[in-house]
Structures are given as C-alpha cells and as structure tokens.
C-alpha cells in the first residue's frame, strides 16, 4: 500500500536552532514530492521535488530528495518562531496526493 | 480573487442531518481533489475529479458521501446522514496536471462539527 511517513512527529526548539525534518515515501508510481507549512489554516505549498541530489532553497529553508533510497528531507536554519507550524510531505503519483501525519514544529523565543 | 474557495467555512449539524459543502477551484485548473483532515493528522484522500469526471474514490468513503463536478468547474461534497466521527475540516485543492508536475492548491477548508 502506498504510504509516505513522516519523522519526527513532533519537535521543541529555540529560536537559532537548525532543525532536520524527514520524509520517506512508497508510491508504485512517483512524480513529484512535495512539502507544505501548515499553520492554523490550509497547507502552504513551500517546495516540489522531482529529481535526486537537485537541492531546492528559499531563504532559510532547503530541501532535497533521494529517490533511490525515497526520502527527502526538509531544514530549517536559523528556526524563528513563525516557523511554528506542521509541516507536511505530500506524494504524487500522478493521479492523486499521499500525505504524511506531518511533523509538529514548535519554535521558543 | 484567483485562489480556491470554500463554503461554508464552518458547519455546525446534528448527527443524521444531511450537509453539502461547496468549492470553486482555481479557473484553469482541470483537476479537484477533495480531502478530510483530523486534528494531529495530514490530509486523507476522498476522491478527485478531472474536468466533470470523478476518476477515483478512496475506498475508505462510505456511500454516505458524494462528490460532484457537473460541470467541470465547482464541486460539491454531500454527506449523509452525518454521523459524530464525520467531524473534522473538509479541504479542497486544485490543480493542472499539465507538463510533469501539478502543486496542489488548497482552499480554507470547511469545518465541520457533528453534535
């Protein structure tokens, strides 16, 4: 069954700190993988990931993606406390999205 | 406005009332999806259509729900007989599935409470 996890689910840090967040992924048929801010709203797209070892950047956040081994990770650094959210991956496969649980972020002053 | 919306943003039933929700995609996005989402959950696939075809329903939709697009532009989701355990927030999203890839863009989403 097609499925993406997500890891941590929940994570505390101080502002300044860089965190690390993880997605592995099992889909029959892979297109894209996607990563999305989710605060108490609907989900803000942030980055789409098709190719391996292709790091996608925006200001303080990072992606990149490895499809041989089917994860993609999301960095933060220099973490604020905007950042606060849930971050979600999504899977596409071509017909539909698959979504993780999500991680909790929680960034302190 | 160019973004996706939701309607109503916030439902409030009894338990075997019937409830409709309503979505207006982005205009030139051929594809609609609709999803349901829990607290501390991601988004749970419940079917999507392209243009006025429905190409899938998850499996985890009980016949209580329905989904159409008539006319290949809004979609409504109808759920019967609402039961405490349909409570949770509806989201809806769009997209063009033209070239390789296709981002999903998300409406509000519409809450709904079953009493």
């Known amino acids: 069954e097609d499925k993406v996890v997500q890891s941590p689910l929940s994570l505390v840090v101080h502002e300044g700190d860089t965190v690390t967040l993880n997605c592995s992924y099992e889909v029959t048929n892979f297109r894209s993988l996607l990563w999305y801010k989710q605060e108490k709203k609907a989900p803000t797209f942030l980055f789409m990931l098709?190719?391996?070892?292709i790091e996608k950047k925006s200001g303080r956040l990072s992606s990149i993606l490895d499809k041989k081994e089917l994860f993609s990770i999301l960095n933060i650094t220099a973490t604020q406390t905007g950042d606060s959210a849930v971050y979600l991956c999504?899977?596409?496969?071509?017909?539909?999205?698959?979504f993780g649980s999500g991680t909790k972020l929680n960034v302190k002053p | 406005d160019t973004g996706v919306s939701q309607d109503p943003r916030h439902k409030i039933t009894k338990r075997g009332q019937n409830v409709t929700f309503r979505c207006d995609p982005i205009s030139e996005h051929n594809r609609l999806y609709w999803y349901r989402q829990t607290l501390g959950q991601g988004p749970e696939f419940l079917t999507y259509?392209?243009?006025?075809?429905?190409?899938?329903k998850s499996r985890l939709l009980s016949d209580r729900f329905s989904a159409e697009r008539p006319k290949g532009s809004f979609s409504t989701l109808e759920i019967q007989r609402t039961e405490q355990g349909d409570s949770a927030m509806y989201l809806c999203?769009?997209?063009?599935?033209?070239?390789?890839?296709?981002?999903?863009?998300f409406g509000e989403g519409s809450r709904l409470t079953v009493l």
């Open positions: 098709t190719s391996s070892g």
């Open positions: 999504a899977v596409d496969d071509f017909n539909k999205f698959y």
């Open positions: 259509f392209q243009n006025e075809a429905q190409l899938e």
């Open positions: 999203a769009s997209s063009t599935q033209q070239g390789n890839t296709g981002e999903l863009f």
